[in-house]
């Protein structure tokens, strides 16, 4: 079983920046590619991006592309996600998922954590 923890929310104006972390137990997360997602108040949780396990690809959600970075140091089995120019929008709980395959599909991630709320507003 692999434990994943997001840390780094919290409330920022627009136009702001944050950047999560997602920290996961034991020694397997080299293994598996990397996956954020987040879900708005009322709204379907939606796919912000991905990285692959060894950090050589990364895809984005249209909505984020261009502001977000996702990045992993496999190391520390810890990976990241840097949001630069946020906006009201972008509030949502945030998750990270852990997945077997290079995919974007949620079904396809099989450990989650808990989720870390960001909130932007002025």
């Known amino acids: 079983q692999v434990e994943l923890v997001e840390s780094g929310g919290g409330l920022v104006q627009p136009g702001g920046s944050l950047r999560l972390s997602c920290a996961t137990s034991g020694r397997t997360f080299q293994f598996y590619a990397m996956g954020w997602f987040r879900q708005a108040p009322g709204k379907e949780r939606e796919f912000v991006g991905a990285i692959s396990s060894s950090g050589d690809r990364t895809a984005y959600g249209d909505s984020v592309k261009g502001r977000f970075t996702i990045s992993r140091d496999n190391a520390k089995n810890t990976g990241y996600l840097q949001m630069n120019s946020l906006k009201p929008a972008d509030t949502a709980v945030y998750y990270c998922?852990?997945?077997?395959?290079?995919?974007?599909?949620?079904?396809?991630?099989?450990?989650w954590g808990q989720g870390t709320q960001v909130t932007v507003s002025s």
């Open positions: 998922a852990l997945s077997g395959k290079w995919d974007f599909m949620q079904h396809d991630y099989d450990y």
